[in-house]
């Protein structure tokens, strides 16, 4: 949705080295390292994700998200032989997906294509603005059996147990990229973790295009998130609300769980008490610079891509400077990147 304001993209676009892109995960999970950014004080430590316990308190929330990336990926083939792969993003209808299909310049509306050994029968129903595709994908189809776990384009390595693309507390598996900031916790954290008195919490949101999609509007305002479904029941909620009233910290697991709690608000009990609501629903919420949060207190998250909107949103959290401080840092001292790479504790 067009605004007034302009704010450029290429304000938040940063050079990376190649090496520093993380090609598999630390193990085990809590042994990657951990940048920590205390962003009244502006100062950074070093440290690893197993030492997280010692800059949490009784009485803290920590907030995951608990989807599970299902096998979106598939293969097929047309008539003629040649290669077809789909990205599923989103089920409309029982027989009916939206997606990204490669190669696209073939893929034209009413292109057929065939999977599970060429057993299924399927077809380009309408193509999108975005480039997306809807397919017609008979209801047949086993996903468990026929696709495969979608990883990042930029980890190019084989993933040889595709568990270490999911989080060990994933439950129904609705999403199309895993939320990588919960992939550093261990069964052991997370039990240090409730002994000291932090209060863990599990909310849901199926990861779609929305969260990945790219920015292809220089003002980044002209851009505009795709929905995501989330639900978050009213224990979680009653606990976050609780914490909130006593003057706790929230503490998000993660960019798509800040999506969900900023965005799902109730109502104001004053000028910096808000309540948050539970149930199910959708978010496009876009959070760039000047969001004010209302819910959250902190995050953990992993390092991001360039000009992407997860980047925007720790820019929002921390502020642009903070933001390059942070990031310059990481790459100086040789933290690895994305998915697979090391994270950062922003309190």
Request: charge should be neutral.
């Amino acid at each position: 949705m067009g605004t007034n304001k302009f704010l450029s993209l290429q304000e938040y676009d940063y050079n990376l080295p190649k090496q520093l892109i993380a090609q598999s995960p630390s193990e085990p999970r809590d042994h990657s390292k951990l940048l920590v950014f205390h962003i009244d004080k502006g100062l950074l430590e070093d440290r690893h994700f197993y030492d997280l316990p010692h800059y949490l308190t009784k009485g803290d929330v920590l907030v995951f998200n608990d989807t599970r990336v299902m096998p979106a990926r598939l293969f097929g083939k047309t008539d003629k032989g040649s290669k077809v792969e789909l990205l599923l993003l989103k089920q409309i209808h029982e027989d009916t997906w939206r997606a990204l299909v490669k190669p696209g310049y073939k893929m034209r509306k009413g292109a057929q294509f065939f999977i599970g050994n060429n057993e299924l029968t399927c077809k380009v129903d309408s193509v999108e603005d975005e480039g997306t595709r809807v397919v017609v994908i008979p209801k047949e189809l086993n996903l468990m059996e026929e696709g495969v776990i979608p990883v990042p384009p930029y980890i190019t390595q084989t993933l040889n147990d595709p568990e270490r693309y999911q989080t060990i507390y994933s439950s129904v598996p609705k999403s199309v990229a895993a939320p990588t900031a919960g992939l550093h916790f261990t069964d052991q954290l997370m039990g240090d973790l409730r002994k000291i008195g932090v209060e863990i919490i599990f909310a849901t949101l199926d990861i779609g295009w929305g969260t990945f999609r790219p920015i292809s509007a220089d003002n980044i305002h002209d851009h505009k998130m795709d929905s995501e479904e989330f639900l978050l029941l009213e224990s979680a909620a009653k606990t976050i609300n609780k914490a909130k009233a006593e003057g706790r910290r929230v503490i998000s697991v993660g960019t798509t769980c800040v999506r969900l709690l900023e965005s799902n608000i109730k109502e104001n009990r004053g000028a910096s008490n808000y309540i948050i609501g539970h149930g199910s629903g959708s978010t496009n919420l876009f959070i760039t610079p000047g969001h004010q949060f209302k819910i959250i207190d902190g995050l953990v998250s992993n390092f991001h891509l360039p000009k992407s909107t997860l980047l925007l949103l720790v820019s929002a959290l921390i502020g642009k400077e903070n933001l390059f401080k942070t990031y310059n840092h990481a790459v100086d001292n040789g933290y690895r990147f994305y998915s697979f790479g090391d994270a950062m504790l922003m309190i």
